[in-house]
């Protein structure tokens, strides 16, 4: 097992390191927006580097087009502040039991694409994955490349699969919850097709409108962690300082480590993994507080009702596998995703598409 970590310094400056989601207006009439409605922001690609050296580190930067016009300017803005990128190992590459762990953090400030404070809060800012034109293997991900260089070969993109933030506990020499970086979100396929999406000039009727080849249900969620327990924990304040990022999100992946292959050019497993890779979101506002369960923590039910209880959330999303009840107690509704498509669009039979779960008891 290996452990590498990085911490960017907190006054990282210039636009290679900050992202802002600002969009200009369109001339559509307006119209009013469904407050059960996810509201799109923008687009945004996140950059993981360094996955197998002593400094991995990350980046953020906004793609400029998002959909077939511009939508109507949202107030303020949003932007990404590199804070630490972590990676660790696990298991053994030549037994098939191999992963890596990669965790890219981000602080989060509400602000324009000239840094004036946005004078409105936002609230559940949530970075849903998209697959776009030059994404492979219609996944969210592109440009993975080994340390050499060299695209991964086709499908590998498919074995990358969301987490929360994980970090290694070495009494037990396994992958825990890293507190703080629960920020993985999931959401039934119905939430995220075109029509529960709004903008201010009206519903969206297709991906196409978002800039998207499609949403997968799946993404993270925006934290403001020194906020008071409750709703605030979920909102971006209003007139932020300069300087001041209330925010935090972590970017959570497991990869597969390759195996030594004498059959395969080079063939050593560790020249063969994913040295680089760019993953792209469209960022949303979204109505509804939800915290998720995810697979890694489904011993306990505990972790999960905090973290309901510390947000106000009104919704928890478990995973198959979790021995919570499912139901409505006290306006907090517990229900099971059954299937989160994280490779692939719905219909697709060649290949089909590839799940995180796809199955319920």
């Not at 762990?101 to 936002?122: C, E, I, L, Q, W």
């Not at 849903?128 to 070969?153: H, I």
């Not at 919850?177 to 629960?182: F, K």
């Amino acid at each position: 097992m290996r452990r590498f970590s990085f911490s960017a310094p907190l006054n990282l400056q210039g636009a290679a390191w900050l992202v802002l989601l600002a969009l200009a207006g369109c001339g559509v009439p307006t119209a009013p927006s469904s407050p059960s409605s996810l509201q799109p922001l923008g687009l945004v690609e996140v950059t993981v580097s360094g996955l197998d050296s002593p400094q991995p580190h990350s980046t953020a930067r906004l793609l400029p087009r998002l959909g077939t016009q511009a939508l109507p300017e949202q107030t303020g803005g949003l932007q990404l502040q590199p804070l630490t990128t972590s990676v660790f190992n696990l298991g053994s590459r030549n037994a098939g039991t191999g992963q890596r762990y990669v965790s890219a953090t981000f602080k989060v400030r509400n602000a324009d694409s000239n840094g004036t404070p946005s004078p409105t809060s936002r609230q559940n800012l949530t970075l849903l994955a998209v697959a776009v034109p030059g994404t492979q293997d219609d996944t969210a991900l592109s440009s993975l490349q080994t340390f050499d260089g060299a695209r991964l070969p086709a499908g590998q993109a498919r074995r990358i699969l969301p987490t929360h933030a994980l970090q290694f506990q070495p009494t037990t020499a396994s992958a825990v919850l890293s507190s703080g970086g629960e920020d993985l979100q999931v959401y039934s396929e119905a939430e995220v097709l075109p029509g529960n999406f709004t903008h201010t000039s009206g519903p969206v009727t297709s991906y196409a409108d978002l800039g998207v080849r499609t949403v997968f249900p799946f993404g993270y969620v925006v934290r403001t962690p020194a906020a008071p327990a409750g709703a605030a924990r979920r909102t971006l304040p209003a007139s932020p300082a300069a300087g001041q990022f209330d925010g935090r999100v972590a970017i959570s992946v497991t990869l597969p480590l390759q195996p030594d292959d004498p059959a395969q050019t080079p063939a050593a497993g560790a020249a063969r993994d994913p040295f680089s890779f760019h993953m792209v979101f469209l960022v949303v506002a979204d109505p509804t507080t939800s915290v998720t369960q995810s697979l890694d923590e489904q011993a306990s039910n505990a972790a999960v009702l905090a973290r309901a209880s510390d947000t106000a959330a009104t919704q928890i999303n478990v995973l198959p596998g979790s021995t919570a009840a499912l139901g409505t107690v006290q306006g907090v509704t517990t229900r099971r995703i059954c299937q989160v498509r994280t490779a692939g669009l719905v219909g697709d039979t060649s290949p089909a598409p590839t799940y995180l779960v796809n199955a319920c008891p």
